[in-house]
């Protein structure tokens, strides 16, 4: 591989963005579970959701911080690096990532606070509202991502004027069937990524013999969620296949690793795609399968990737294994959700140790299927960076030079190594001292500081420590 | 060609957003800055405790002005970033740097020392790159074919180089003058002791960054920004030599809330001087506001974002502030 400013570019996009995705993936979860979980004390007046409110409501802002420190950087990466589509489509793009910006703003400057803050000062009722607010603000948050990216996947609603695209049609931008299918399926995924979390604690607290009674309500419910989530998630996968396959034909070609056109034309299920050859090793198919899960029927004609020019065509390997990955990812989430609800029909949850591990175990599932479904989708956009309408290769900004971006690369590269590694280390230490008393009240701590709860997991587990 | 009502509807908000940026932002840059000139761990607490309630919200506005500005002005957005690729990253890593410098130091007690010289470092970085990019501006940007046309390392000239030194100084007197305003006892007078050399410091480098923009970095941008400040425009750098030597007196004569007040009058008129100068352009001397603006149908679109979400963002910050008035506890 060549290195120049465009490749590194590229590398540097999904190096920042890959690390700012995990944490608002898991906020939009974590969100939803505490308003459920408020709700639930609420309505019930058992204490015990309190406990397990009070504890992930630190999580949660740790994480939100983290998601917001690594969104500044993102704030300004269209520009710097990707100067020829900002300038292209800034009229479109900008907005919608204005909003996002704003979104998120309104709700630290709002009920984020509330939440944080609040739990003393306004009522219960107002309590509950105010989370609820949150976890609708997240999800906002997401919808104009999910926006801004489902029109660079199927651009809608504009028009070409001095060779910038511009707005013609704002509803149809915003509103475009494609989003209206890729929205809820990244949400789902969200929710499922925080369930198998929630169970992972809960197990972990199990096999560690601590805090029982809280390990025992987030195993219940996250096992619970997950296992109705995920046919879900399923059903809108297929949806978000479907789209690919009716706009992004090489893309869908991509994902299935078939180079040739075939009819009727086989699945397959792995292989080592090869380039070079563009042709397939080691390649374990089932006939007719790939014309069935594409057409609904067995004796369809599939195009291969043959059938695009040959400087349209998306590289297949990440595509490929990507797709992979993330069907994997999601049925592992499904075998240990359902088992895990058979178990404990049988009440035998709490004590079959091996699925307690199991579980434990599988706990970045979630994270896991969403880097890869959204590497799938990215790379499999390739070459276009808007697609049909402006090629990656042409999107980069004129002045940079290789050592430009390598510089900056490695300067985040060794940062966010740094800054991210220390995030995830206090969130771990939050999750292994588990819940504990009420949440303290950090001094000088506003909704804008949710980092200064990590200071909160480091006091408490130096205690235990000495203790 | 004549900018529209929304165009400077958006122009006129950024502009805004940039000044409360650089005073607020600046104030707890400031502070840092300062953090790093002395050991006395007694003085660090109480400078940290002093912006600990502000300083994540002041740099909300930096990520206001970033989404603003791509949304609004695409074209402004795009050359600025690519005219200071390298300065943008340094001021984004030294941000990250000494925010989580300010969460992690408290725990620490091995790594304290790395910890505080990073929120130091990252201060500096942070101040300096902000300065050097408004010095590097009045020199005006090449644009071709509404992208930057030059290299990475453009920006830096010795003129720019004053500037980003200049304010330094600056934002350390706004610190020092923040220091005056909510502390009391050693720290305030260790502060109050600063102000006068910040103060000789300002005026130097500014005096220096004027004689080498007339010889040295002399450029038919700079002259002519230089002849926009003529007649009633005078006033600005006028307000901004006077509240400096208010900032003086008012130290002298010890007025704790003075200092600050007179400092942050000066950056709005230095900030006023600087508007004159590059009117009406966003990029000197070659996107106007008329030429940078998203179609209307985009600055409509995001007006609904704007007249919504930017008073709810004043708000908050006025409420924060006003939650945190007076001094700081010595707890």
Not at chain 1, 140 to 158: C, D, E, K, T
Not at chain 2, 54 to 70: C, H, K, M, Q, R
Not at chain 2, 158 to 171: D, E, K, Q
């Amino acid at each position: 591989m060549e290195f120049d400013p465009v490749i590194l570019s590229r590398i540097q996009f999904g190096f920042v963005i890959s690390f700012h995705i995990i944490f608002p993936a898991f906020t939009i979860g974590l969100a939803a579970w505490l308003a459920t979980i408020e709700g639930m004390r609420l309505f019930t007046g058992n204490p015990i959701y309190r406990r397990i409110f009070d504890f992930w409501l630190k999580v949660f802002a740790v994480s939100f911080g983290m998601g917001v420190v690594t969104g500044i950087v993102m704030a300004f990466q269209f520009g710097t690096n990707w100067g020829v589509l900002a300038e292209r489509t800034g009229s479109i793009q900008g907005p919608l990532l204005g909003y996002e910006a704003f979104t998120a703003f309104m709700l630290e400057a709002s009920f984020f606070g509330v939440m944080l803050l609040g739990r003393d000062r306004v009522s219960p009722g107002f309590y509950l509202f105010a989370c609820c607010m949150v976890s609708f603000g997240t999800m906002l948050s997401s919808f104009w991502i999910l926006a801004n990216n489902s029109w660079m996947q199927v651009p809608l609603g504009h028009e070409i004027v001095d060779g910038k695209i511009i707005p013609a049609d704002w509803r149809e931008i915003v509103l475009g069937p494609v989003m209206m299918v890729r929205w809820p399926h990244m949400l789902l995924a969200a929710f499922l990524t925080t369930a198998m979390c929630i169970s992972a604690t809960g197990a972990w607290y199990m096999l560690r013999r601590v805090h029982y009674a809280e390990a025992q309500v987030m195993l219940h419910w996250g096992l619970g969620l997950a296992a109705v989530l995920i046919p879900v998630q399923l059903f809108f996968g297929h949806l978000t296949g479907l789209y690919v396959l009716k706009h992004q034909p090489a893309k869908f070609a991509a994902i299935e690793a078939r180079w040739q056109t075939e009819q009727p034309a086989a699945e397959v299920l792995l292989a080592w795609p090869d380039a070079a050859r563009q042709d397939n090793r080691f390649a374990l198919e089932i006939p007719k399968l790939g014309s069935f899960i594409a057409s609904g029927n067995w004796s369809a004609k599939e195009i291969g990737l043959e059938a695009f020019p040959a400087e349209d065509r998306p590289p297949v390997l990440i595509p490929f294994f990507g797709f992979r990955v993330m069907v994997g990812m999601g049925l592992i989430m499904l075998a240990v959700s359902w088992l895990g609800n058979l178990l404990r029909h049988f009440g035998r949850l709490e004590s079959t140790r091996w699925f307690l591990w199991g579980t434990f175990l599988s706990f970045p599932a979630g994270f896991v299927a969403i880097l890869a479904g959204w590497y799938t989708a990215e790379v499999g956009r390739q070459p276009w960076v808007v697609y049909g309408l402006l090629r990656t290769a042409d999107a980069v900004t004129p002045s940079l030079t290789t050592s430009d971006v390598m510089i900056s690369l490695l300067a985040y590269a060794l940062v966010y190594a740094a800054f991210v590694s220390f995030g995830i280390w206090y969130i771990y230490k939050l999750l292994r001292e588990g819940p504990a008393g009420p949440a303290l009240a950090i001094p000088g701590a506003t909704a804008s500081r949710p980092l200064a709860y990590a200071d909160d997991a480091a006091s408490a587990t130096g205690a235990a420590e000495r203790g | 060609m004549e900018p529209s009502t929304l165009a400077l509807f958006w122009a006129g908000g950024i502009a805004v957003s940039i000044l409360v940026y650089v005073l607020l932002d600046g104030f707890d840059l400031g502070v840092g800055i300062l953090f790093g000139t002395t050991r006395d761990e007694a003085k660090r607490a109480r400078m940290m405790a002093s912006i600990a309630p502000f300083w994540d919200g002041n740099e909300t506005w930096l990520v206001v002005i970033g989404a603003s500005l791509f949304a609004a002005f695409p074209a402004v957005y795009v050359v600025f970033l690519g005219a200071f690729y390298l300065p943008v990253l340094v001021m984004l890593l030294g941000l990250i740097l000494r925010g989580v410098a300010f969460e992690f130091r408290y725990r620490a007690e091995r790594s304290r020392g790395l910890w505080d010289r990073g929120f130091f470092v990252g201060s500096l970085l942070a101040t300096f790159v902000q300065g050097a990019a408004i010095g590097a501006m009045m020199r005006g940007i090449p644009v071709e074919n509404g992208q930057f046309a030059g290299t990475s390392l453009d920006w830096l000239h010795p003129f720019p180089v004053l500037t980003g030194v200049g304010l330094v100084l600056g934002y350390a007197l706004l610190g020092a003058s923040w220091l005056v305003l909510k502390t009391d006892g050693t720290l305030r007078d260790w502060a109050y002791a600063r102000i006068p050399y910040l103060l000789a410091g300002v005026v130097i480098v500014l005096g220096l960054a004027f004689a080498t923009a007339v010889t040295v970095d002399l450029t038919g941008d700079l002259q002519r920004g230089g002849h926009q400040i003529a007649g009633w425009a005078l006033i600005f750098p006028l307000v901004a030599a006077a509240a400096l030597l208010g900032v003086g007196v008012a130290a002298r004569a010890r007025l704790d809330r003075l200092p600050f007040a007179l400092t942050a009058v000066s950056f709005i008129a230095a900030f006023a001087t600087l508007a004159t100068m590059m009117w009406p352009y966003m990029i000197p001397y070659a996107l106007t506001i008329a030429d940078a603006a998203a179609p209307e149908a985009s600055l409509r679109f995001f007006f609904y974002a704007g007249i919504v979400v930017l008073p709810v963002i004043a708000a908050y910050t006025i409420g924060v502030y006003w939650v945190f008035r007076g001094k700081v506890g010595r707890g």
